[in-house]
């Protein structure tokens, strides 16, 4: 069984940065494609980004390209989502999601989900 652990949210000014980190549990870390999604009130959740086992690929999505990267410790068993120049879009519940496969952009490809951690940007 694999366990996600999102922390590092928080409340930042527009403009600001935030890290995100997401811990796994389990021996199979290295074997997982990591993800990031996020869900603003009332909206569906969306793909952030995604890195591959080895983390030799990213893949952002466009709304963040240029603004957040993706990294991964398998040392550590943790990913992170370093977001700069956040802006009041970036508001939603960041979400850290896991596969057994190359990374994917929808949330049905993913089986193993964090609980998710609040992000508020104030303008």
């Known amino acids: 069984q694999i366990q996600l652990v999102e922390s590092g949210g928080g409340l930042v000014q527009a403009g600001g940065s935030l890290r995100l980190s997401c811990a796994a549990s389990g021996r199979t870390f290295d074997a997982l494609a990591m993800a990031w999604f996020r869900q603003a009130p009332g909206k569906e959740r969306d793909f952030v980004a995604a890195?591959?086992?080895?983390?030799?690929?990213?893949y952002y999505a466009d709304s963040v390209k240029g603004r957040f990267t993706i990294s991964r410790d398998n040392t550590k068993n943790t990913v992170y989502l370093q977001m700069n120049s956040l802006g009041p879009e970036d508001t939603a519940v960041y979400y850290c999601?896991?596969?057994?496969?190359?990374?994917?952009?929808?949330?049905?490809?993913?089986?193993?989900w964090g609980q998710g951690t609040q992000v508020t940007v104030s303008s």
């Open positions: 999601a896991a596969r057994f496969s190359a990374p994917a952009g929808t949330p049905s490809e993913y089986d193993y």
């Open positions: 890195i591959t086992w080895s983390g030799g690929r990213t």
